[in-house]
């Protein structure tokens, strides 16, 4: 299983930009399909969950800028950001936890500056 995350790169600050996580080959009994970001000297910090069942969850400095959704059908978990800061900037990683383990894709460097 590989998790393909893409979308990244540079905007102005109040921007969008949507990241995309497409998952290659099978994955059983998903719990979480999560967004998390990391800056340097930082913790891996959990910015969105999409549940099995459809819920959501955000970290309370992304809520009502950033949305998660997926598309079954493409094996593929969603990222929109909307009005971004410049604290938004980091690699940004796509992870699919099941109730065996942890899957992790490589990351995506967002860049919010002027």
């Known amino acids: 299983v590989q998790l393909q995350a893409s979308g990244g790169g540079l905007v102005q600050p109040g921007g969008s930009l949507r990241l995309s996580c497409a998952a290659s080959?099978?994955?059983?009994?998903?719990?979480?399909q999560n967004w998390y970001r990391q800056t340097p000297g930082k913790q891996r910090e959990l910015v969105a969950t999409?549940?099995?069942?459809?819920?959501?969850n955000y970290a309370d400095s992304v809520k009502g800028r950033f949305t998660i959704s997926r598309d079954n059908a493409k094996n593929t978990v969603y990222l929109q950001m909307n009005s971004l800061k410049p604290e938004d900037t980091a690699v940004y990683y796509c992870?699919?936890?099941?109730?065996?383990?942890?899957?992790w894709g490589k990351g995506t460097q967002v860049t919010v500056s002027s």
């Open positions: 992870n699919i936890a099941t109730v065996s383990r942890s899957y």
């Open positions: 080959g099978s994955i059983f009994q998903i719990n979480d």
């Open positions: 999409i549940t099995s069942g459809g819920s959501t």
